[in-house]
């Protein structure tokens, strides 16, 4: 079962536009992370935001979290044609570990230059 | 550093037949997992191990055997290969349980005829 769910499943922009796409989970978390993979290739890790946490930077990267609603966003500002990628939520059950780790669909964004 | 590495990157097998993925790690890393990867449903936990030894199973198990005899190894067995197991297989390690990122491999695509 899938514990996040990422929205919208797809997603195109113009290159220099902000990306923005969302993940709803179902139950407690103690942390979400935000995963890109390019395609044809393995998921690499972004950022981890903690449950006690509402907002996480990482350079162009912009994540919110909002446990009331149960809630992430991931924001990309001033969008590159090397953000083309699917970018996956995930997130372990607040009493669970790493090895419940569940992922999203995804969304597949694609910048055009 | 090598990271994760999963071999082979890709496999084609008739209906029936065996094989094992190998996953290896150089990072230490005490949990290994193995996923599955299908178009539009995310990643999908088929086993996984927290140590030397452990193993443990996932979301979807039925039609896989693991082992993890050393550390650094994680194999993924399929006994009887099913057209249904089709798919793109990940390897992920974590040094921690809870809070940890996950590193991937950078896949293998089974192809079952």
Do not use: M
């Given at each position: 079962s899938q514990q996040g769910?990422?929205?919208?499943?797809?997603?195109?922009?113009?290159?220099g536009e902000n990306a923005t796409m969302n993940c709803s989970y179902k139950t407690s978390i103690n942390n979400l992370q935000w995963?890109?993979?390019?395609?044809?290739?393995?998921?690499?890790?972004l950022i981890l935001i903690r449950s006690n946490?509402?907002?996480k930077h990482s350079g162009r990267l912009r994540v919110t979290l909002d446990t009331s609603k149960k809630s992430s966003s991931l924001l990309?500002?001033?969008?590159?044609?090397?953000?083309?990628?699917?970018?996956?939520?995930?997130?372990?059950?607040?009493?669970?570990?790493?090895?419940?780790l569940t992922f999203g669909s995804g969304t597949q964004l694609t910048v055009l230059p | 550093n090598a990271g994760v590495t999963q071999t082979p990157k890709f496999r084609v097998l008739k209906t029936g037949q065996s094989m094992t993925l190998l996953c290896a790690q150089d990072m230490n890393h005490e949990y290994m997992y193995w996923y599955r990867q299908d178009p539009g449903m995310g990643l999908?936990?088929?086993?996984?191990?927290?140590?030397?030894?452990?193993t443990a199973k996932g979301e979807v198990p039925d039609g896989y055997n693991?082992?993890?005899?050393?550390?650094?190894?994680f194999l993924l067995g399929l006994e009887s290969a099913a057209p249904s197991q089709t798919s793109v297989y990940f390897c992920a390690?974590?040094?921690t349980a809870n809070t940890g990122e996950l590193f991937f491999g950078e896949g293998s695509r089974l192809t079952v005829l």
């Open positions: 769910e990422e929205d919208p499943q797809a997603l195109s922009i113009q290159e995963y890109r993979q390019n395609s044809g290739r393995g998921l690499v890790h946490e509402r907002e990309i500002t001033a969008s590159r044609a090397a953000d083309t990628a699917s970018y996956f939520c995930a997130t372990p059950p607040f009493s669970g570990s790493a090895r419940q | 999908r936990l088929i086993h996984y191990s927290v140590g030397e030894g452990t693991v082992s993890r005899l050393k550390k650094q190894n390690t974590a040094w």
